[in-house]
RNA sequence: GCCACCCUAGCUCAGUCGGUAGAGCAGCGCAUUCGUAAUGCGCCGGUCGUCGGUUCAAAUCCGACGGGUGGCUCCA
């Protein structure tokens, strides 16, 4: 279903439609579920799509003339949209604030009602007779006589069976399964969470509908457990972390929205992290380039941006009679490099890395702290080898881009395969050599993916490596894309050994994506407990009168010349003002100096998980954390 | 962009029925020198997002605009 979505997609992008050729690239661009992953009809299934049709059972009685469209269980609960009609002023009416606490306490008196779910089967004129006056079941109901698609709208391979399930007084165009009778849900195992608007078929030009979001579990313990869970997702949530540390900040009031400042604690942090980056794309046989952060329009229409990327690009600049435009991508100022000059065969491959700053046309209400952002650095590379390099340079980019993930820590992720849609650019051949070398890689690497047949982009297929944030939204991070288009578009040749042009393969890849979703990512994975290493402060010394200072400093000043990054918390707080403050602002190492240690040339060591490690030697502390350091490790 | 909700001090928030602004933290000052997550006292700090309207009177009611949050994708 989302296949054949993105498959319509596709076929638009390659009448080079600018809107539909968003996937192009899209690094920053949070993806769209690729997985088939088909929710299990099991017992929480049935009982969260049973508690659809309880919610809309009370709504029509709070709202008798309200259109009901569709009401399906979703991963940790269930959702149902309505058509509320319109207002005596006409606009569309919408729920009360304190109407979702009524339509809950009526749910409870249905589900002690202990209803039966009733199922029968009807045919296409019944079902139409059965549900005048519900246009949007109308619309499904055609669809489903059309044998093309199901009750939500989406295609199916055979004309299904049009059934619907009663309880009560509400009857649903329906698949089913449900549970026996609505006694069966739990009263205190659901919770109406909130109303939204959403389009009707998710599709911006047809009504909005109100939609009411609503979990349920087995019991009220799951219920509880799932809503705790929603509050500590919360604490780690990047952007409340990220102010907490001062990390970072936007101010869409003057600065502008999507727009990052980097904050000297996150600055820090960033610069350790592509320092790090750089050195491994230096001793992994990458060249460094910098490019500008303009070019002009002629550059964007032979690249094919201003063809079909326009819509995620910045309104041109004029300068002397020119325009210019910011880029939205690196890529064509890496292939003019390459183009710069003749290459021959035994210069390949070339593999050029950009920590590129590039600019992209994001609407406003998608835009979510570091994660969704209109201004972003990704950590770009651009490959160009010959055809009979390639499987070797597929191998050695995704070891790399694993590499570089596990040096963050980083170890889960959902991987995909993005295979060649039904119309794309480039030699049959040549994708398919390319599918091959991509799936290949992915096996030798031992990394479990997902294909998504035809989900590639119409230039060439590609692999995605995705995270999770801390409330398992999945964000696309690397991205390793084969281009048949640009070496065309641009002409690139080498020389090859015959003496004659050759086209050489490109690939695209970033390997944390963006330097701003990949800090996204990376507080929620740690919730601001960062390795060592990327902390910007590693070492509280905390001296506990005045009287320790002076060995505090001495303390500092051997630490700093190993290397670690060091505070002399020298202010007249009691000490456990100091470990709290400290410990707040997560500082993996706390050394508590009082006489004592002064005077037996020790530091007492406290860990930022609460742990007392006790008296130590400096150089035993030192050794111990520039290990870490050097590990790379948590603490 | 669209729907809902929200916007009060640097931060987190309170503010009843419309009667003219509050707390904690942070900051600053003074005192305190303390053994592993908050020492005490004092001071400073607000055009209640902006503009307009209703009213004798607006943080509070209405409207527009700006900004934020969640949703609009999790469907099988």
Known sequence: MLRAERQVGWNRVLTLSPQQAKGFFESNRRHIMAKSNELPKDDLYKLRHSAAHVMAEAVLELYPEAKVAIGPPIQEGFYYDFDLGRNADGTARTFAPDDLEWIEGRMRQIIGGRFPFQYREVSADEAKALFADQPYKIELIEGLERGSFDEYGNPLEEAPVISTYKHDTFEDLCRGPHVENTGKIPPDGFKLLSVAGAYWRGDENRPMLQRIYGTAWKNKKDLKAYLDRLEEAKKRDHRKVGKELDLYSSDSDDVGGGLILWHPNGALMRHLAEEFCKDEHLAHGYVLAYTPHIGRAKLWETSGHLGFYADNMYSPIEIEGQEFYLKPMNCPFHVNIFKSRLRSYRDLPVRMAEWGTVYRFERSGVLHGLARVRGFTQDDAHLFCRPDQMP????????????????????????????????????????????????????????????????????????????????????????????????????????????????????????????????????????????????????????????????????????????????????????????????????????????????????????????????????????????????????
């Open 392 to 635: 070797a340079e597929i191998d050695r980019v995704l070891n790399f881009c694993l590499h570089i993930l596990r040096s963050f820590g980083f170890t889960e992720f959902n991987a995909y395969l993005s295979t060649k849609p039904e119309k794309s650019v480039g030699p049959a051949d040549q994708w398919q050599a390319a599918e091959h070398a991509l799936e290949e890689a992915l096996k030798r690497a031992e990394i479990p993916y997902e294909i998504d047949p035809g989900g590639g982009a119409f230039y060439g297929p590609k692999i995605d490596l995705k995270m999770l944030d801390a409330l398992d939204r999945e964000w696309q991070l690397s991205t390793i894309q084969f281009d048949f288009n640009l070496p065309e578009r641009f002409d690139l040749h080498y020389i090859g050994e015959d003496g004659q042009q050759h086209r050489p393969y490109m690939i695209h890849r970033a390997l944390l994506g963006s330097m701003e979703r990949f800090f996204a990512v990376l507080i929620e994975h740690y919730g601001g407990n960062f390795p060592v290493w990327l902390q910007p402060q590693q070492v509280a010394v905390i001296p506990i009168t005045d009287r320790n200072n002076d060995y505090a400093y001495q303390v500092q000043g051997k630490l700093e010349a190993a290397g670690l990054r060091v505070e002399v918390y020298d202010n007249s707080d009691r000490m456990q003002a100091k470990v709290r403050d400290a410990q707040l602002m997560k500082i993996p190492y706390m050394l508590v100096l009082g006489d004592r240690e002064e005077e037996a040339g020790m530091v007492n060591l406290r860990l930022r998980t609460g742990e007392r490690r006790g008296n130590m030697t400096l150089d035993d502390f030192l050794a111990m954390a520039l290990d870490v350091v050097a590990s790379k490790a948590l603490i």
